[in-house]
């Protein structure tokens, strides 16, 4: 397989035949006619032309004729099945290469080449790795285990790279600035460093990354998409490599400039002194007057010169100074409230950023400095291959190798054996995001842990001493976790790392946040405060995956907490640990995932469904349901309560009772506890009524939180059932009768359980110290149930009517109105009834409407006064609810109306579609469209000036359908509305003010 480059002539040998001769070998080949052979002779000869300059180029600058580093990403010997020699192998690019020996390959004549886009590499034992094609399986064998790993790493990056997408290159090259490296002059540089605003090749990248994240934060332009905002690629736009060089390499000699062709010792040495010492850098006037550099940092965010605010902040001026505006009191904040969008990402960017300083005499290897404790410690640790994904398969103890291991200043090294000098690899504790604490004998070593750093990679070790791991694991993470975040070194965690996180009100920007996970809480501590805060991810509502697994979104009964993916492979691990501990897990009551109130939510969905479904039901949990229903739903409600609607029709009473039953029935431990049940029984022995209830609420005292919840309300649910017992036929005594065996897991041969039980009902509110508010507020509920049942059996009921919690003016218990909802009860009704129920007189200008609010969202619309109130509510979240309040906004629609001339509202506003909610893509930010609307159609604009619609399907009737006004967090906008066009599509816009 000679390349074109190594052809040197061409010419015809016969008939139908041709001769391609190279520098030490000569090819001849055989077409199938003479016009087919002069084909081939014309079109190689062109071919070859063309390339033969790029050839001699490469040779020249990159191989080792001139003691260069060779131009491959890997090259070198590997043994291959099948092959009695080693082959020379270049992995380059997007493609891997296969020659028979080093010259072959200097003189650019191969065996054969693999496209990476097609390949994939496993790693099969010590040495040894198969990359696997669709034609091939090639089985590779290295000298050693760091040589495999080297080579292993180089073809995972090609494959990324042949997988990559060049979108954002081709943005990025748009600036005739950005198409060249901006250290060495490389074309087609495809990596950048996002916090200084430079654009640099492949070489360049990988001695950036040695300078560390204080220096420079290194990405790919092809495969790091999730990072590249818009914001980002116009910042790179408007600096980019003219605008950074002009400040950084304002005074370079020529001896010490970089070449494409420089060696990395040449590029390392240039990069220290241009980046981390700053000795080309021009300096800025106020350079070394900090109070001076601060205030003019301050002035300049507030500005669209970047230039500025690049010079002042390198030069000394703090990106977290004090502005003297409490209103503002970062120029970040400055930044924001004066609009300047790039400024505010050049400041994100560079808020950790270390300021260049020239050290005289200093080492050029020397780390760089991060404000980490100092910790020491050493010994021996198994330890695995570096891997590039997540451990899929248990790993036996064959598969570890023993290393000598040191953890001091600030680097993790691994060496072969305690008497080695020079380690077979280290890991720099900054560049580690994750550590993770594996359950025992996971693996073939008693106790393991992994670590993953931020390129991508994930290393496994372990000791058969748990003691000993377990300093190994405290130490790391000791090292490398911020010291604002040192709380959660306390924790008995299995996962503890830095990840980016968006919450609160302001869903602008990603935050970075330390994050531990202990059991089935999730300990944060937030960029913007103190304390680490606990999340019971039992307890959250609402458990999901945005965005193409790059979003796992939280949502809590007070708020939403959106954590992204920056890295795969550590964000993988995490996503599925938060999964999982959020789950339920077990038999107990407290392994069961939790409502607010401290109720398995198993418990809380049964309780609801027969509350609004078989109240009435006659012999409700006595008779039982089909044994193989109950089987099944009991198996989804334990695995995932959270996910699980029981619906009317889908779901039989009957079964869902003896769901219920059989939960209780099954309880670990019992509801009562195995420590407290027999002094439950013993206590219906007391003979004075009053000594008996009040020993029933010492007893309930005693129980732990979660029984004594879950006690509290299946006692308040049966108190409701037996109400109803002239229909259901099931009074106080029958219901104890089915629930005390089951509660107390006997055989039901007396009825002391059955007492316990029956008092517990009789007794209810002296023994659960139920107040009046409590008991009015369910008395309501059971008249609004009674209502509607007498309406049913007199006929006078229409049918789909449904009893729903209704507010009025604000979300709080006193507040609650249990409303029967007809299908024909429309928004007006509804409006009327909740202020006829609380005599409420309007008045005039009084304008009340019905709302449905989002607490999630942070948005509300109001209703139609014509629309129909029951399907919102079938669609209605647990996020969601209707409250009945004045419509504030009335008064200044009716001057509106009443001033306005014509029926036409045209103007500028910001749009956007919401195609990625969380603005992770490459489309984020509202954009400036003009608006026309008129008594028919809402028309969409791309300029003024456009005589046409930007998309044609943009002029549509205006009631298409809701319109939700508020903060609108996932739509990261301050104040707007948000149309829903149909099911699947959703639009918003914002306005300043």
Known sequence: MPTTSAILTLKSVGDQKFEVVTNNRNFVFRAESDADRNEWIRTLQQIAEERKSKALERTSTSLTTNGAADPADKSGFLELRGFKHKLFVAVAGDKVFLYKNAEDYRLGIGITYIEMNVGNVKEVDRRGFDLTTPYRIFSFSADSDQEKEEWVEAMQQSIAEALSNSEVAERIWAVESNRFCADCGSPKPDWASINLCVVICKRCAGEHRGLGPGITKVRSLKMDRKVWTEELIELFHQIGNAVANQFWAANVPPSEAITPASGSQERRRFLIAKYREGKYRRYHPLFGNQEELDRALCAAV??????????????????????????????????????????????????????????????????????????????????????????????????????????????????????????????????????????????????????????????????????SAREWLKSIAKSFVHPRAEELLALDFERIGRLHYKGGLNLERAKEGWFALAGSTLHVCFEDSERQEPLQLRKLQELSIQGDNEVLVLVERRRTLYIQGERKLDFLGWVHAIQKAAGGSGHTLAEQQLTESDVPLLVDRCIDYITQCGLTSEGIYRKSGQNSKTTSLLEMLRRDARSVRLKEGEHQVDDVANTLKRFFRDLGDGLFTGRWGQDWLRATALEDEEAKIGEYRRLLGTLPTVNRATLKALINHLFRVQRFSGENQMNTHNLAIVFGPTLFQTDGKDYKAGRVVEDLISHYVKIFNVNDQEMKKQQDEIMAIMKMREAASSGTQQAGDFICTVYLEEKKTEAEQHVKIPATMTAEELTFEILDRRKIVTKEKDYWSCFEVNEREEAERPLHYSEKVLPILHCLGTESYLVVKKQMSMENMLIYLASRVGDCKHGMMKFREERNLLGLGLSTGFHDRYFILNHTCLRLYKEVRLCREFWQDVGHPCCWGPAWAGVAQALRAAMGLVLHRNCRQRWGWHCRQ
């Open 302 to 467: 507030t500005t669209s010169d970047l230039a500025e605010t690049q010079a002042l902040l390198f030069c000394g001026a703090a990106v977290t100074c004090a502005t003297g505006d409490p209103q503002c009191p970062t120029p970040l904040a400055l930044a924001e409230k004066s609009g300047q969008r790039l400024q505010m990402e050049f400041l994100l960017h560079n808020k950790t950023s270390e300021t260049p300083r020239l050290e005289v005499g200093g080492s050029e290897e020397k780390p760089y400095s991060v404000p980490l404790p100092s910790v020491t410690h050493n010994g021996f640790l198994y330890k695995t291959p570096s891997m590039a994904k997540p451990v899929g398969e248990r790993k036996g103890q064959e598969e570890f190798s023993r290393r000598w291991c040191t953890l001091q200043d600030g680097v993790l090294s691994y060496y072969e054996n305690d008497r080695n000098a020079v380690p077979n690899g280290e890991i720099k504790v900054e560049e580690i995001v994750c550590l993770v604490n594996n359950p025992p004998h996971a693996h073939g070593i008693e106790s393991t842990f992994e670590v993953y750093i931020e390129s991508e990679r994930l290393y496994l070790f372990g000791l058969e001493s748990p003691d």
